[in-house]
Every structure is written in C-alpha cells, then in structure tokens.
C-alpha cells in the first residue's frame, strides 16, 4: 500500500475514500471509460471464447462483457487462459480491474484482474459485499479494490479514535456529522444518504484544515514590513509613459492602479495578475518595475526558460529604447540599465551582469533561474515579478525575495486562468487581478480537430492550409510532443506516414500505444512530403542556447516559414507574422498547454488558425477535450473544464510539489460556497487564536496537511 498508493498509516486508509460505489444488481456504464487509466467496472459476460493463432500454439481467450447496452471486450493471453475460462462464463456477473485501451478502433481491458459476485455459493466474499452499495477504490494494477476493500475492513474500528479537526462550536453549528461516523459512512454506507452526510462532514475538514493553513499564512504576511515605493512624478515611469505608441486598456490602467497602490504600503505586495494569453501583463508589470527604480529600488523579473528570459529581454529593452541605455552614450535622461542573467551566458558577461546588480548601475534585472544563485546580489531590490508561476517551485521564489534587505514586493504573473475558486484554495494568500480585454488589433483565432485516423485527407487538407498561409506572406508553428533524438527511437516510418497525410494504423504488434510523435522525425518527413518546398527548421530544449536564440531570431525576422518545434514555444515567444499552428497528437497535451500553445498564432493583424491532430477514436475522452479546446477562446471556460477533467486533488500542484494532493473530496470547481465559508470561518478562528491552541485535534490535522515545507509551499502557490 505504501509503495502503490502512498499509504503509511491507517489514518492514511480511512482517508483513502471510495472513488465511487457501485449497487448491488446495477452494471457500470462501458460506454464512459476513459482511455488509458486503470479503471473497475461491474459486468456481466455475454461470451467467451478461446481463439489460437501462430502455428495454433498461442492461444487467446475473448471475453465480452456488458452492460446491457455497451460493451467491452477482456482479452487473456497464453498460460493465463485456464482458469477465467473456466471462471467467466456467459451470464456470470463479477468486477473487473484493468486499464482501458483501444486495438481495432474498440475498447478493451487486457488480462484484468476480477472478482466473481456470485450470491449463491459460500465464496469467502459474500460478506464483504452483502451490503447494497459496493466501495469501489481508487487502486492500481497491483492492488485491486476489493483489496484495498478488505485492508479497510480490518482498520475501520480504529476510526472511533479519530481525533476531531473542526471546533465543535462549528460542527454542531453546521450541523455536520461526528469524525469517526463520517468515516464509517463513507466506506460502508448502508444507503446513498449515508454517502452524502459523510462526504459533507469530510468536505468540510478539508476546504476547512486547508484555509486555517492560508489564513495563518496571511497573518503571518501582514507582520513583514516592506520599503514603500512610490514613483517620481516626473521620472522614468513618466518619460516611459510619454512614448507609449498607445493608450492602455481599461483593464490595463485599472490592474496598474491596484499595483500601484501596493507598492505604495509598507507591507510586501503578494499579488497575482492573471490574462489572456496576449492581454498585455508583460506592459502592466513593466510598468510596475519603472516605478520601484523610479523610487529608487531595483526590480527582477524571473522567467522559466532561457528562450522567454532573452524573449523578455528583447522587448523590453525594445519598448523602453534610449531609456534602457543608462550609462551609455546616448542614454536619455532618466535611463537606467536592463541587463540579462542567464546560467549558459559567458563568464565574461555574466560577471558584468552581476556587477551591475550589486552596484545598482542596472534597475531591471532579467533572467532565469540562474538569478537566484547565492553569488548574486542585489544593491536594494524592490520587486519581484515571476512570469508563469507554475513552472517555480516556491523555494526558488523565496530564495529570490531573501535577496532584498527587507522582503521585496512580489507580483505573480500567469496566462494559466485560474478560476476563482481555485485561485481561494491555491493561491489563497494572493490578492488577485484579472485582465479581460485583448489589446486592439489582435485577432480571432479559429481551431479545428483534425481526426487523422478516422479522416485521412484531413490531414492532407491541414498541410495544404500551411502551404496556403506561407504563400500568403505568412509563417506556421507544427508541435510535437517528443524530440525525437532520445536513444531508444522507434522507427521513423510513422512520422513519414503522417506527414504524406497517411494514417498510421495501429498493428497489432504496437497494441495502439505508438510513442508521440517527435519534432525531428517530423521536420525531417515534412521537408522531404508535403512541405519540401518551404524553409522548415527545428527548435527543441535540448538544443544550445546560442542555435535556439538564432533560430528564433530567423524565424521572427521572417527567413524561415515553417518551424517545428516542442512546447518550448509554449509560453511568451511573440511573432505577429506566424498565424497557422498545426499541434500533432494533440492529445497528448492538457487543455490549458493547448490554449497556451494556440496562444501563438493571432498575434498580428491577420486572422489565426490552430489545427489539433489527433489518432483517438470519436468517442473517446480526449477527442471531448479537443472539441471544447476547439469550440471556445475563452481560457477560464477551459480551465473548468481542464479541472473537471483532471481530478481536483491536482488542482495543488501535484507537479510541483510531488506531494499527494491533501484533498480528496472536495471538488475546487463544485463546492465553491463551501470554500468560501470555509474561508470566513478560517480567517476568524486564525484571528481569535493565532497558534490553536484550544484547539489541539486542528493543530494535529494541520500538521498532518502541512508538514513544515508544504505550508511553505502552499503560500507559493
């Protein structure tokens, strides 16, 4: 249990909840599975049969399982045929574990694992599974649900010991059921109320635990002092403000105000500006670091890859012109310095970077990670602005802002929309300011998914439409998910087939689970098939700084039509001219990486056009996710719809913080009133007793929730 599904304790256990319960005498529905994960399902067989093939020595047994409408086929291989032949018999009913995948355009579970549910004869099982309401487990292909069924069987006793988190004043007041019954309910509920009452209880435990961990958090913020940093009324910010080709948006001079005002306290601002892929935050946080030099600070702007650090320092330096040029002949007036500091640049150069960050000749300091070095130093530094928060872990944040005297100012930038409520529950010690609006003369993108497998000439159509926007003047982007230089490369044949617009069918050798496609394996079929007369070149992470910086700077310059590329383009690389991105086996991407990804094309005044590749069969998940990601612009829309996708419990973070996400049945999009009030009871208990401590069954709960570096964490997001 430990090694499979992270559990080390029974309270661990009675925390792991059922994912969903099935009744007794009802069938899962087939037609919903999702592809590729490990899934249980209650069936009944309809036919089985024992196929050889080879020389007649393999031998293959086919059983289709229903649920009276769809079906599913199991498939048993070789020595493993024996006993579910003699087992699975027509009309048997019984559970089966496995992972879905797909073989012939059809759905199938390979060698699951099962349990017969046969009321009759004295199996041991018929206890475990009298009641109505069957537990069905989150569990893995090593440890099947009735398993983890029968482990909790034997710990569920101990929940009598639960110590209680909630004060009983609120409990009561709520009208929520006692720990220990709420915990029982949930794993043996003898009716569907029982479920209900339990999953509210324990609901509230988690929105609850979670919020006192933020609000302690925010007292703990609102005790640091920070350097208030207002700008001269006729310094840098002002002559910047004075060239500006445009006026700002609304949206634009109303977030500006709110940093401003920040800034102006002599506590550290912690503020999240989230926008639309394009909405201009670049602008608005520039803004931001021209008023702390203006008052005399220094600012860091912190990007996640080398690519964005140069992207952002190009055009910087482009908006501010003679205004970047402090101490250099030709410099304007209230000039100061823009320097870049990156882990692969020269040591030559990198020494003066960080020379004029200690002496304060540089006021804005750009860079990657490489900024937060213990070697570098800064003279007085204001601000902190973190582009794309969640590629950061939230060490590399706090080393940053240890650098300033006293804690910089800090303002989070991300083009992830982040809905409210998850914005409560994650970044829940963040004021928060959205940009609506899209700057004028940008354009509307359109998306299409292109359903290689099913529609061959699709396919062939979309590489046509790439030839169509290059011959029109313009430029095109074609994504893949892998390299494609890694030792243990497939055959090429596949990229070949796909680029002439072929599908590659599944065989039966590859069981549909082909390896993504690869950008090298791509440019390389692309420019020999249906591109081969365009100028296609290739960007990837793994290439040297410098032959990135030169392929980027060809491509923005226009010399090259076509660029193959991997997510690296993902986030802030700007060319108005690119307005086609064709994204191969965009299935393998999450939604919000694919309205990122899009995010690219439309940047100019031409229309754009985002076209999704993908091999999956119509009814599968994923195909639902390409048309919702097709159907609407809107990033917050999608990221709802990313969330209900996703489980919840990744909504913290699984990916930074590799800790198990500590909710479990709280649904971020689902129970937004809950978190809210949540929230207000957190805030007043936080401030009635800072350290909880006539509440010790709390302090125990938060601890568990949060050992010391995941409250850390927490705060960072």
Same mark, same amino acid.
């Given at each position: ?29 087939? !037609? ?78 390979? #060698?699951? !694992? ?20 069957? @537990? ?91 350097? @208030? ?58 803004? !931001? ?23 952002? #320092? ?93 804690? %910089? ?66 430029? !095109? ?12 490369? %497939? ?38 098939? %249906? ?164 509440? %010790? ?21």
């Amino acid at each position: 249990m430990a090694e499979h599904l992270g559990l080390h304790t029974v309270g661990d256990l009675l925390h792991h909840y059922p994912r969903r319960y099935a009744e007794r005498g009802e069938l899962t529905r087939l !037609a919903d599975l999702p592809l590729d994960e490990h899934v249980t399902v209650v069936a009944q067989v309809e036919t089985a049969r024992v196929l050889t093939f080879g020389s007649g020595s393999g031998r293959r047994l086919e059983v289709v399982i229903t649920d009276g409408s769809g079906r599913l086929q199991l498939v048993f291989f070789g020595r493993g045929v024996h006993k579910p032949h003699k087992d699975l018999l027509p009309g048997t009913r019984a559970m089966f574990a496995g992972k879905v995948s797909v073989f012939n355009h059809k759905l199938q579970l390979a #060698h699951p !694992a099962y349990q017969l549910l046969r009321g009759d004869d004295a199996v041991e099982d018929v206890d475990s599974w009298a009641g109505a309401l069957i @537990p069905i487990y989150p569990a893995t292909a090593k440890l099947e649900s009735w398993k983890v069924a029968k482990a909790v069987d034997a710990v569920l006793p101990a929940a009598d010991e639960a110590v209680d988190p909630l004060p009983e004043t609120l409990r009561a007041g709520r009208g929520l059921l006692a720990l220990p019954e709420a915990l029982r309910k949930i794993h043996r509920p003898a009716t569907k109320a029982d479920i209900e009452g339990a999953r509210a209880r324990l609901k509230w435990d988690e929105a609850f635990v979670l919020q006192v961990a933020l609000a302690r958090r925010r007292l703990a913020d609102s005790q640091l002092t920070a350097v @208030p940093r207002k700008p001269a009324p006729d310094g840098l910010l002002a002559a910047f403000d004075a060239r500006l080709p445009f006026t700002l948006t609304d949206g634009q001079q109303r977030v500006c105000r709110d940093v401003f005002d920040d800034l102006a306290t002599d506590h550290p601002m912690h503020r999240l500006l989230q926008g639309e892929v394009g909405s201009g935050k670049t602008l608005v946080a520039l803004r !931001a670091m021209l008023a702390v030099v203006d008052a005399g600070g220094q600012a860091a702007l912190l990007a996640p890859t080398e690519v964005l650090a140069q992207q952002h #320092h190009r055009s910087i330096t482009e908006m501010m012109g003679d205004l970047a040029q402090g101490g250099m002949l030709g410099g304007a007036e209230h000039a100061t310095k823009v320097v870049l500091l990156t882990g692969s640049m020269g040591a030559a150069a990198r020494r003066q970077a960080m020379l004029d960050a200690a002496t304060a000749e540089a006021g804005l300091v750009i860079g990657t990670h490489a900024l937060i070095e213990d070697k570098v130093r800064f003279h007085d530094l204001g601000l902190v602005v973190v582009d794309e928060q969640h590629r950061f872990g939230v060490e590399q944040r706090d080393a940053l802002r240890g650098k300033g005297s006293r804690p %910089p100012h800090l303002l989070v930038m991300t083009a992830t929309p982040i809905p409210r409520t998850v914005a409560m529950t994650v970044f829940g010690d963040l004021e928060t300011s959205v940009l609506d609006q899209l700057p004028a003369g940008r354009s509307p993108i359109a998306s299409h998914v292109v359903p290689a497998q099913d529609k061959p000439h699709f396919l062939e159509r979309a590489w046509e439409r790439v030839r169509e926007e290059v011959a029109g003047g313009h430029q !095109a982007y074609v994504v893949c998910p892998r390299i494609g230089d890694e030792e243990d490369e %497939p055959p090429a044949g596949k990229a070949r087939a796909r680029a002439k617009g072929k599908s590659a069918a599944p065989t039966e050798d590859d069981d549909a689970k082909r390896p993504p496609l690869a950008v090298l394996d791509v440019a390389a079929a692309l420019s020999s098939g %249906p591109l081969s007369d365009l100028r296609v070149e290739v960007l990837h992470g793994r290439m040297p700084p410098d032959d990135k910086d030169a392929v980027m700077r060809r491509f923005a310059a226009g010399e090259t039509d076509v660029l193959v590329a991997t997510t690296v383009i993902e986030v802030g690389v700007n060319v108005p001219n690119a307005t086609a991105m064709v994204i191969m086996d965009a299935d393998r991407f999450g939604v919000s990486q694919l309205h990122q990804l899009r995010g690219r094309v439309g940047r100019g005044s031409a229309p754009g056009l985002c076209l999704l590749v993908t091999d999956m069969p119509e009814a599968s998940a994923a195909r639902a996710r390409l048309g919702a990601v097709a159907a609407t612009l809107d990033g917050f829309e999608l990221s709802r719809i990313d969330l209900e996708q996703r489980r919840e419990g990744d909504v913290l973070g699984q990916a930074q913080s590799g800790a198990r996400s500590s909710l479990r049945v709280l649904a971020v999009m689902d129970d937004e009133e809950i978190i809210a009030e949540a929230r207000d009871e957190a805030t007043a208990v936080v401030a009635a007793d800072p350290a909880l401590d006539a509440l %010790p069954g709390l302090r125990t709960a938060l601890e568990a929730l949060l050992d010391e570096d995941r409250e850390q964490y927490l705060d960072k997001g």
